[in-house]
Nanobody, 115 residues
Framework: QVQLVESGGGLVQPGGSLRLSCAASGRGVGANYRGWYRQAPGNQRTLVATITGTGNTYYVDAVKGRFTISRDNAKNTVYLQMNTLKPEDTAVYYC?????????WGQGTQVTVSS
């Protein structure tokens, strides 16, 4: 059974930073694709960033230059370093992976950016 567990969310003031973690366990969760998505209240879940097993990264324009996705394959963990946070970054952040054509999602972690 594949499990993804996100952590690191919380309340932060505008301009602050948070680092999210996504720990994976189960068969086939090695060095494969991982992604971070987010969903704000009343909105659809949207892509934030992705990283391949070899470390190639992709960011949506809204977070380029502020967020950094990275991974530690030895720990089966992917990180999302979020700097210069804005109120519009407020959302539940989800980690995802795909194994043998099946998508798996974590339970999400809440990020709230507010003064």
């Amino acid at each position: 059974q594949v499990q993804l567990v996100e952590s690191g969310g919380g309340l932060v003031q505008p301009g602050g930073s948070l680092r999210l973690s996504c720990a994976a366990s189960g068969r086939g969760v090695g060095a494969n694709y991982r992604g971070w998505y987010r969903q704000a209240p009343g909105n659809q879940r949207t892509l934030v960033a992705t990283i391949t097993g070899t470390g190639n990264t992709y960011y949506v324009d809204a977070v380029k230059g502020r967020f950094t996705i990275s991974r530690d394959n030895a720990k089966n963990t992917v990180y999302l370093q979020m700097n210069t946070l804005k109120p519009e970054d407020t959302a539940v952040y989800y980690c995802t992976t795909m194994i043998a054509g099946v998508s798996y999602w974590g339970q999400g972690t809440q990020v709230t950016v507010s003064s």
